[in-house]
């Protein structure tokens, strides 16, 4: 977890991305893997763009999700139910957000842009945790604002 304390001393923009070298075999064995789901009980596979803004003085800040063609837009995911916020879940708990908007492109869903607000440092620190949860179960990489 180096990069959470890179992380929090970094005042304005960072993003987790795919790390290159990684091998999708690679899951969290001995706590519950960090999931990301829109429809209740239905796991998010694609990996998401993850923008992050933090105010100064560490107070609030604000995550921005971005999934491209995600599967809770598929049809055969249909029947699991609709799209209500988006869940992240850990061994911790659960986080979620309302703010959740899709993109579509000639009619049909391209994109989810989901936004999550946090508003103590308390809040920022559990998102991180979360995040360190969610990037050692998909294998994720930290890059840093440039």
Request: glycine share 8%; hydrophobic share 40%.
């Given at each position: 977890?180096k990069?959470?304390?890179?992380?929090?001393?970094?005042?304005?923009?960072?993003?987790?991305?795919?790390?290159?070298?990684?091998?999708?075999?690679r899951?969290?064995?001995e706590?519950?893997?960090?999931?990301?789901?829109?429809?209740?009980g239905?796991?998010?596979?694609?990996?998401?763009?993850?923008?992050?803004?933090?105010?100064?003085?560490?107070?609030?800040g604000?995550?921005?999700?971005?999934?491209?063609?995600?599967?809770?837009?598929d049809?055969?995911?249909?029947?699991?139910?609709?799209?209500?916020g988006m869940?992240?879940?850990?061994?911790?708990?659960?986080?979620?957000?309302t703010?959740?908007?899709a993109?579509?492109?000639?009619g049909?869903?391209?994109?989810?842009?989901?936004?999550?607000?946090?508003?103590?440092?308390?809040?920022?620190?559990?998102?991180?945790?979360?995040?360190?949860?969610?990037?050692?179960?998909?294998?994720?990489g930290?890059?840093g604002?440039?």
């Amino acid at each position: 977890m180096k990069f959470i304390l890179l992380l929090t001393s970094l005042p304005l923009v960072a993003a987790f991305a795919p790390n290159a070298g990684f091998s999708n075999s690679r899951v969290a064995t001995e706590l519950e893997a960090a999931s990301i789901q829109f429809v209740k009980g239905l796991d998010e596979k694609v990996v998401p763009d993850v923008k992050l803004t933090r105010a100064k003085d560490g107070s609030s800040g604000v995550a921005t999700f971005n999934f491209n063609n995600p599967n809770c837009f598929d049809a055969s995911t249909a029947v699991k139910g609709e799209v209500t916020g988006m869940f992240l879940s850990d061994d911790e708990g659960e986080l979620m957000t309302t703010d959740v908007n899709a993109k579509f492109s000639n009619g049909k869903p391209q994109s989810i842009e989901a936004t999550l607000v946090m508003k103590s440092p308390a809040e920022w620190d559990r998102f991180m945790r979360f995040m360190g949860n969610y990037a050692e179960s998909n294998g994720l990489g930290f890059n840093g604002a440039k």
